[in-house]
């Protein structure tokens, strides 16, 4: 079996759950993410909602993420190990401050909120550089940001947005070529509700410090993952656009 079958199958098991039905357990999981978002005060829920704003304004329209050039000139095989070793790099990162935070109490937990954000948002960035994809395009930005999205929204809002980015490249060149033309606000708002629904128990007294290290490993994790599957999607959608143009073009030149 070579690499690409390989991960061929493992992408399609992934499209399998994604579109299958929620769970008793998925179901039971929605109902204490509510409960503990409920528990919260609003006035962290708009401190949540103010730091998610700021993020995809700076994504959409700020050059912080954007360091990480295309990379050219290898295959996917070794493309996606060094995406893995990203991946970990950042676990351990993200693990490492959300133990520090989560110790730290209320306010400090707090403060988590926004630094986990920018440490997401900065691998997905470099993932999608390893992958080749320039990041100058607010396009591809848009792509990260329904990553972020797939990643971390409820199981009928993630069926929805992984129907968007299927043949992303297509629909791409329907999009706005002008940044500003985009309905960034809209977008944001399908999404905030849901986001990161599991960090905000670390900000719950005496749970905090235990939760902080965990959650951010294993919320950067199913990133990460979510990241690499979804530009698998892109690269096989691609792949079988050749191929069907190539048998276009030899029926015609058969006609002929």
Known sequence: MTYEQKIASELEFWKFKILQKPSLLSKVTDK???KINSVIPDKVHQ???TAIKQMVKAVLFGSTFTTSKPVTDLTLMH???LIKQK???YKNTGAAEGGITGAGGFLMSLADFPLLLGIKMKMLFDIAAIYGYDVKDYRERLFILHIFQLAF???EESQQVFIKMQDWDNKAHQLPTNIDEFDWLTFQQ???DYIDLAKLAQMLPF???AVGAVANYKLIEKLGKTAMMSYRLRYFSLQYAVI???EENQKLNMGN
Do not use: F, L
Request: charged share 25%; proline share 0%; no cysteine.
């Open 87 to 89: 991946i970990e790099n």
């Open 47 to 49: 401190a949540i909602t």
């Open 32 to 34: 204490v993410q509510k």
């Open 190 to 192: 399908q999404y905030r």
């Open 207 to 209: 749970v905090g410090a």
């Open 153 to 155: 929204s409820s199981k």
């Open 79 to 81: 493309r996606e190990a």
């Open 244 to 246: 069907s143009t190539q």
